[in-house]
């Protein structure tokens, strides 16, 4: 089984900076895309920022500029450095990945738990 688990939430005041971790386990043999999605109640799940395995990011144009997705492919973690933080980011944060558990198996979509960041102050 994968699992992936988060890390990093908390509670900061506007204009703080947090960083988040996701580290994926289990039986891995490539992880594809990974990215931060984040949701708050009532509303759908949104994209905050996606990279590929070779480190091509994308970014909604929500965060772009305090935002940095990055990924450490040897530990197989995903990272999300928040900076500027606004009241309107206070969220639940969930990682995604893309899993390929063997070389002839198709990737699957995997999510994490997610964890919560408030920005008040």
């Known amino acids: 089984q994968v699992q992936l688990v988060e890390s990093g939430g908390g509670l900061v005041q506007p204009g703080g900076s947090l960083r988040l971790s996701c580290a994926a386990s289990?039986?891995?043999?490539?992880?594809?895309?990974m990215g931060w999605y984040r949701q708050t109640p009532g509303k759908q799940r949104e994209l905050v920022a996606i990279?590929?395995?070779?480190?091509?990011?994308n970014y909604a144009d929500s965060v772009k500029g305090r935002f940095t997705i990055s990924r450490d492919n040897a530990k197989n973690t995903l990272y999300l450095q928040m900076n500027s933080l606004k009241p309107e980011d206070t969220a639940v944060y969930y990682c995604?990945?893309?899993?390929?558990?063997?070389?002839?198996?198709?990737?699957?979509?995997?999510w994490g738990r997610g964890t919560q960041v408030t920005v008040s102050s």
């Open positions: 995604n990945a893309d899993i390929q558990q063997h070389a002839d198996f198709s990737a699957r979509g995997y």
């Open positions: 289990g039986y891995i043999f490539k992880i594809h895309d």
């Open positions: 990279i590929t395995n070779r480190g091509i990011t």
